[in-house]
């Protein structure tokens, strides 16, 4: 099976990044010339999504405008949480009617993605059909291989199973992309929540699998990592 649709997170404040996210969503931050969402938009292009839901809330109007007048091979469709955000789980169960019962792909936009990623995400699409007690599957590093190297980590990863015990020695962090399906949501009625919530619920089940990234790990976590981003990417 392919997965065909996928969802950018974009609706976050990007508080850390300030004072340029006053004025800017950190999606529209650039890195080498290319805004953080179109680098996203172009890696799924190159995986082959055609359909794309976009969540919006802090200075969403910008975001809206800007994939109005930049021309993208796949169709966009812009969720507005015009009351409130509802966090990366609501965010994603409040634009759930467009996936039907597909798995698709939801991805951070603050992670700098390269075409080296499109083999790490063939082989999760591939093992993600193989298994069929996967519903959410993870693409981890090794908090060794982050450049920000504040990360205290998020999981361990064992035979492909994703859990968080030994909680004093998390070696591995969340890399920004995932497969899912929808029916993990089928037993949730909050509006707002973390999709850490969704995580749990399949840890303490045994049921969250994951793979190990192999790529140096860069994402846009405060304004002094951006900044010496921009840096690193001049120098090369």
């Not at 509802?86 to 039907?100: E, M, R």
Request: proline share 3%.
């Amino acid at each position: 099976m392919k997965i065909t649709k996928a969802m950018i997170l974009c609706a976050g404040f990007g508080k850390r990044l300030q004072p340029l996210t006053l004025s800017s969503p950190k999606p529209l931050l650039k890195i080498d010339g290319k805004t953080l969402l179109s680098n996203t938009l172009n890696i799924l292009e190159q995986f082959g999504i055609k359909q794309v839901v976009i969540n919006v809330h802090y200075l969403g109007d910008q975001i809206i405008d800007y994939i109005k007048k930049n021309e993208f091979n796949m169709a966009i469709t812009t969720v507005s949480e015009k009351d409130k955000i509802l966090d990366t789980g609501g965010g994603v169960l409040n634009a759930l009617q467009h996936f039907s019962n597909e798995p698709f792909i939801v991805i951070n936009p603050d992670t700098i993605w390269n075409s080296n990623y499109l083999e790490e995400l063939k082989t999760m699409e591939k093992e993600f059909f193989i298994n069929k007690k996967n519903k959410c599957f993870l693409l981890v590093v090794n908090k060794n291989k982050s450049f920000d190297q504040s990360f205290k980590g998020d999981f361990n990863l064992e035979n492909n199973l994703i859990s968080r015990k030994d909680t004093d020695d998390l070696k591995y962090i969340y890399t920004g992309v995932q497969i899912i399906k929808p029916d993990v949501f089928d037993h949730f009625s909050l509006k707002v929540f973390s999709i850490n919530k969704i995580w749990d619920d399949l840890i303490q089940n045994k049921v969250l699998f994951g793979k190990e990234s192999n790529i140096n790990f860069l994402h846009v976590s405060t304004i002094s990592i951006y900044k010496s981003l921009l840096e690193k990417n001049f120098r090369h």
